[in-house]
């Protein structure tokens, strides 16, 4: 009985090609607006996760200046002996002090516009930097401040194109350096920030030849594996706040980060832009359905003749129904289906314009379909319930 009921609801919804694709439109868009939004925003979210991830799981970041209701002006930048305290902190494995500043580098008629950062090896083990060519610095070049450096992948290409630069003078302000090392590539985070464009060059360096000061702008601390950063946060607010002389109760002119924080922070607006967006989009099957409900209105008013017959001859006003709910049914089924395969292909293209790492929520999907089928339930019943509910002598009547 139901095979049959099925049968003839697609042999009615082929007699008119045109006015059943343009039914399924709307719920075909709301399962592939649904689809790629959720995709989309969930292999943002991933790629986010993994961009902080490999940056350690222990990782804290500690700079000068306030992001709460801290002290007016510039904060006061730290010291080699601050670098120091911290590195005597119980829970601390490494500590990387580094300034930085905007530069143009310049090597024959070739410039580019870059960073120039100024730190110590240490720094390759917390950001689990690796060489692709060439060596790091040595300790005595560190403490020298030897006129050598390292370069990213961009800057290697903007000055050297494919040659190696190992050997090679780079100018960056007043200093003239000789590179020893280039980075392994990073490529772009996923705020699009370009992590190869930069110098490298040892921090006493940096501070003689381009900063002509001692400060350091921020500092860099990797919690001992097994230490809960929580712990190591706190000591480092604590000893910043007695090496600056902040009074109990007085704010902070410094700010701790921990990148645990960070990640779950930016996790969490990453989903609530995601349902956000869900929920938008599933205002379009909302918007399908009903036109589907009005389809099947003028449907059952162009058939009345049709219905009458049918009573007349002994159906039952459950067959009509069902005969009207299966074709509302197949309308959401079918839009639900080609939506799936069109909100993929559209998540596909977003993540490789995006260049994240495609991620599909498989519950997502499903959940998509299943409730395209039940918009086709719901707005289906109101035009199924009239047509059974008709008298097959008013029916035959119609004209």
């Known amino acids: 009985m139901l095979w049959t009921t099925f049968v003839m609801a697609l042999r009615q919804l082929r007699r008119n090609k045109v006015r059943t694709a343009l039914t399924s439109l709307g719920i075909l868009i709301g399962v592939a607006a649904v689809i790629s939004m959720v995709s989309i925003g969930r292999s943002a979210t991933h790629s986010v996760e993994s961009d902080l991830s490999s940056l350690g799981q222990n990782l804290l970041f500690v700079v000068p200046g306030s992001h709460g209701n801290g002290p007016p002006g510039p904060a006061k930048p730290f010291t080699q002996a601050d670098v120091n305290a911290v590195i ?190 869900a929920a938008i989009a599933g205002v379009s099957l909302l918007v399908g359905g009903i036109g589907i409900m009005n389809i099947m209105l003028v449907s059952v008013t162009a058939r009345t003749r049709e219905i009458g017959i049918r009573l007349a001859i002994g159906a039952l006003a459950r067959d009509v129904l069902l005969q009207f709910l299966v074709e509302a049914m197949v309308l959401s089924g079918v839009g639900g289906l080609v939506g799936i395969v069109l909100g993929l292909l559209v998540s596909w293209g977003a993540a490789a314009a995006l260049k994240v790492d495609l991620v599909i929520d498989a519950p997502v999907v499903f959940g998509a379909f299943v409730f395209s089928g039940f918009i086709g339930i719901v707005f289906g019943f109101f035009p199924a319930r009239r047509a059974a509910k008709m008298k097959p002598i008013d029916a035959l009547r119609h004209e």
């Not at 600056?244 to 996790?267: C, K, Q, Y």
């Open 88 to 277: 005597n902190l119980p829970g601390v494995a490494n500590v990387a002090p580094m300034a930085s500043q905007g530069a143009v580098a310049i090597r024959g008629e070739e410039t580019t516009q870059t960073v120039v950062q100024g730190s110590t090896n240490e720094l390759f083990v917390m950001m689990r930097w690796s060489l692709a060519e060439g060596r790091m610095f040595t300790e005595g070049e560190q403490i020298a401040g030897a006129n050598v450096c390292l370069l990213g992948q961009t800057v290697r290409s903007e000055l050297f194109g494919a040659q190696s630069p190992l050997g090679r003078d780079v100018r960056v302000g007043a200093l003239t350096c000789r590179v020893v090392g280039l980075l392994s590539p990073r490529g772009q985070s996923t705020f699009g920030q370009d992590q190869d464009n930069f110098i490298l060059v040892p921090l006493a360096t940096y501070q003689r030849r381009l900063q002509g000061s001692r400060d350091i702008s921020m500092i860099f601390v990797s919690g001992a594996a097994g230490v809960d950063t929580s712990n190591v946060k706190s000591a480092l607010e604590g000893l910043f706040r007695q090496r600056r002389h902040i009074r109990e109760g007085a704010d902070d002119d410094f700010t701790v980060r921990d990148m645990r924080e960070v990640a779950s922070m930016l996790s969490s607006i990453s989903a609530v832009l995601t349902g956000f967006l």
